[in-house]
């Protein structure tokens, strides 16, 4: 049980690390200075996620782990991100289709896990469901003005939809640590929110103009979630450990 | 971009009870947009509780060279001012 609770926790962490390192790219290259704000700010919110999630993951742990040594000393198989955090930003409109499919997710996961049993667990939800919300109503407003925008903002939504959607299917396919703790009603059954996923996700397509009748057949690229990733990972954490592992406990 | 984008003036209000207090500006699409732009930008380190915006050509302001005429020839009323009544010992804050 506390196995799983910590892997638990490293999934949710991992989720939020990862997707933040990515979006913190574009700090200093966005748009427009507005946007790099925004989406610098949200970055900042996912990496604050995790940390609360790795402290919480290292309480568990009991021994010498820290937040910092599950950040910056794990190795890629030891991730359980999902895949669809680590893949490249690509362009705005694949940044922000990216951005809107996990803050989707996001949203329905935490209003779930804020009722976990898991006390830390549910303060945590409740805490980063404010952030998320906010993530989410930003970057739907995009996904319409983009959609709903030019001739070439609509193409390229079109292409980061074919290019995204196969990444989907992981949210909702329950690893062996999720199913052990959803009888404790610790972790969240993730295929009781694939409904609201789905309705949410048609509802803000449809108001941007894009297709949503998605092949069911496509074939969902999963493996994230148990520690099997892309190549994309291994660049990610060379940049973001690197310090760490080249100055082992450096402070400035 | 940014010349394809309106300019917008953000206010904002610091605190319940006060104005709301221009607080700069930026470009956006649309008046949703330039609200949580002007959120990202300006309220990120807990300056405010609500949120205006306008479209900066919707502004409009007095000339600078009409100075003189227009706010100078109030320098030598000072009777306008309510300084010449004696208040009571009671009353404060006046």
């Given at each position: 049980?506390?196995?799983?609770?910590?892997?638990?926790?490293?999934?949710?962490?991992?989720?939020?690390?990862?997707?933040?390192?990515?979006?913190?790219?574009?700090?200093?290259?966005?748009?427009?200075?507005?946007?790099?704000?925004?989406?610098s700010n949200i970055a900042l919110d996912l990496i604050g996620q995790s940390r609360n999630?790795?402290?919480?993951?290292?309480?568990?742990?009991?021994?010498?782990?820290?937040?910092?040594?599950?950040?910056?000393?794990?190795?890629?198989r030891e991730f359980k991100n999902l895949l669809i955090t680590e893949i490249p930003n690509?362009?705005?409109?694949?940044?922000?289709?990216?951005?809107?499919?996990f803050s989707t997710y996001q949203f329905y996961l935490y209003q779930k896990l804020k009722v976990s049993s898991d006390a830390q667990l549910a303060a945590i939800a409740e805490?980063?469901?404010?952030?998320?919300?906010y993530h989410l109503r930003w970057s739907s407003e995009w996904v319409v003005r983009m959609g709903d925008g030019t001739e070439e903002s609509h193409h390229r939504m079109e292409m980061a939809l074919e290019d995204l959607w196969p990444y989907t299917g992981e949210m909702f396919?329950?690893?062996?640590?999720?199913n052990l703790l959803i009888k404790n009603r610790i972790s969240v059954d993730?295929?009781?929110?694939?409904?609201?996923?789905?309705?949410?996700?048609?509802?803000?397509?449809?108001?941007?103009?894009l297709s949503n009748a998605r092949d069911e057949n496509v074939w969902m690229q999963k493996g994230g979630k148990s520690g099997f990733h892309s190549e994309h990972l291994g660049y990610i954490l060379a940049e973001m450990q690197f310090l760490q592992r080249a100055y082992p406990d450096c402070e400035w | 971009m940014n010349q394809q984008e309106p300019l917008w003036e953000v206010f904002i209000r610091s605190k319940q009870g006060l104005d709301h207090k221009h607080a700069g500006s930026l470009h956006a699409a649309d008046a949703q947009m330039a609200i949580e732009n002007a959120r990202d930008v300006y309220t990120r380190r807990m300056e405010g509780v609500s949120i205006w915006v306008?479209?900066?050509?919707?502004?409009?302001?007095?000339?600078?060279?009409?100075?003189?005429?227009?706010?100078e020839p109030a320098n030598d009323k000072i009777y306008r001012h309510p300084t010449f009544y004696n208040l009571p010992e009671e009353l404060k804050h006046m």
């Open positions: 049980m506390e196995n799983n609770l910590f892997n638990y926790c490293l999934h949710l962490a991992d989720n939020s690390l990862i997707m933040g390192h990515r979006l913190s790219e574009w700090t200093g290259h966005g748009p427009m200075l507005e946007q790099d704000i925004a989406i999630f790795y402290q919480y993951a290292a309480a568990i742990k009991g021994d010498e782990t820290t937040e910092d040594t599950l950040a910056y000393l794990r190795d890629a690509g362009d705005w409109a694949q940044t922000i289709l990216k951005l809107f499919f805490k980063s469901l404010k952030e998320v919300t396919d329950a690893t062996s640590y999720e993730v295929s009781e929110i694939e409904n609201d996923w789905k309705t949410k996700i048609a509802a803000i397509l449809c108001e941007a103009t | 306008v479209e900066s050509k919707y502004i409009h302001s007095t000339n600078p060279d009409d100075a003189a005429s227009l706010y």
